[in-house]
C-alpha cells in the first residue's frame, strides 16, 4: 500500500505563500492535490503525471505550482497569491499503476489563510 503523507500547512495572511509537501513511500505514476473546506465536497486542485506534465483547476490556475521529484517520490504544491477562499484542509492522492483511480490518500494538511 502506498502511504502518502502531507506537510506544510498553516496559517497565512492573504496575499502570502505557502509550499505544501506529499512525501510518498513509492514511485507513483500520477501525483494530485485536493482540498475540502467545511461543509462542502472535496475540490481537485492540481495533478502532476510521472513525466511532468501538470494541469490545474480554473480556480487556482496562475496562483499555484505543482511539481515533483521523482527520485524522492515527493510532489509539493507551491501557493501563492493566497484567498481566504484557498482555507481548506488540502491533502495529497496518487493512482496505483495505470489505474486512473486516486487509490491512495494522505492525512491531509491544514491551510488557513486570514483576511
Known amino acids: 500500500q502506498l502511504q502518502l503523507v502531507e506537510s506544510g500547512g498553516g496559517l497565512v495572511q492573504a496575499g502570502g505563500s505557502l509550499r505544501l509537501t506529499c512525501a510518498a513511500s513509492a514511485r507513483s505514476y500520477v501525483m494530485a492535490w485536493f482540498r475540502q473546506a467545511p461543509g462542502k465536497e472535496r475540490e481537485f486542485v492540481s495533478r502532476?503525471?510521472?513525466?511532468?506534465?501538470?494541469y490545474y483547476s480554473e480556480s487556482i490556475k496562475g496562483r499555484f505550482t505543482i511539481s515533483r521529484d521523482n527520485a524522492k517520490n515527493t510532489v509539493y504544491l507551491q501557493m501563492n497569491l493566497l484567498k481566504p477562499d484557498d482555507t481548506a484542509i488540502y491533502y495529497c492522492a496518487a493512482t496505483s499503476g495505470r489505474q486512473p483511480a486516486y487509490d491512495f490518500w494522505g492525512q491531509g494538511t491544514q491551510v488557513t489563510v486570514s483576511s
Open positions: 502532476i503525471t510521472y513525466d511532468g506534465d501538470t
